[in-house]
């Protein structure tokens, strides 16, 4: 559909969540275009229209799609009828047969074939045979399409603008909850240095507990004590957390299309929020972890709504 129903926005976060509208009166009839999708892992797309259209449909299906991009969405497009859209049309050689073979049966049943009062009987009888009145088929009017193609492009217009208000909310979002996870990675530093002077006080004080003072080897224990907190080291989480979040912000920033992108790089914060978890072994930084553990939640959540 050249010059017509174009694609996504660019430059921004994008909703999966959107709705368009679009109605005007074209000829008797007054036309309604609605566009409307949820989140979905692909594009999965339904289409309603007038019969007589149908000819466009897959034309009008790619166009839609383009704009759409990924979601569960419904395209619809009806129509209310005036007064003066009156399509119908009479069989009147078909009629006259059924008046022809109800004569014989109002004589029978003394109904004289010159009363007016008879004629009319007969004539309501025979509209309610079958095919004695049947609706005209519509056919393809090229106007009336070009009508409603501007129906659908001011409802595309209004979907990626409903799209795009409702991703700008989540891009503000995403923000400040990757900025807060970032923020109280800040605030693992000082807990991790009381953690290793705690931590070496207390395995000393278990050693002393056990064993008389003159035979503790305090280079042996330095070195031992050196091993263990190699395994508590979260130095290479913090980095890799750090960077995350700050990729993560980078990709709110870029065209859209990024929720795929956004939903991994969630992970891997993810990952290694937990594995400063399991090496905390400290309630302060437990806590701070679980902090981070319901930003992130929050933000994988609406992850999945981002196109």
Partial sequence: MPGRVTGVFCGMILSMTGYGKAEAH??????????????????????????????????????????????????????ESDAGDIRHEVNAPLIQQYIDQLDPVFESNGVPRSQVEGQVQKLESALKFPDAVSASRDKFDAQEWSGIMSLVDQAAEGFKEYRAQEGATLEADFMTRAQRIDDLRKELGPLLEDRTARVKSRLKAHLEADLPRDRVDENRFEHELIFYLEKLDVTEE??????????????????????????????????????LGSKSQDAAMQRIVVQMKDELEKIKEQVLNIL
């Fill in 238 to 275: 913090l980095v890799r957390l750090e960077a995350n979040c700050a990729y993560f912000i980078e990709m709110l920033n870029g065209d859209a299309g990024q929720g795929k992108k956004l939903g991994f790089i969630s992970q891997e914060i993810g990952r290694e929020i937990n594995t």
């Fill in 26 to 79: 074209i000829g008797p009839r007054k036309y309604t275009v609605e566009l409307r999708s949820l989140n979905g892992k692909g594009l999965d797309l339904s289409v309603r229209m007038p019969s007589h259209f149908r000819e466009k449909e897959m034309e009008l299906r790619k166009a839609i799609g383009k704009v759409v991009g990924r979601g569960k969405s419904d395209f619809f497009i009806h129509f």
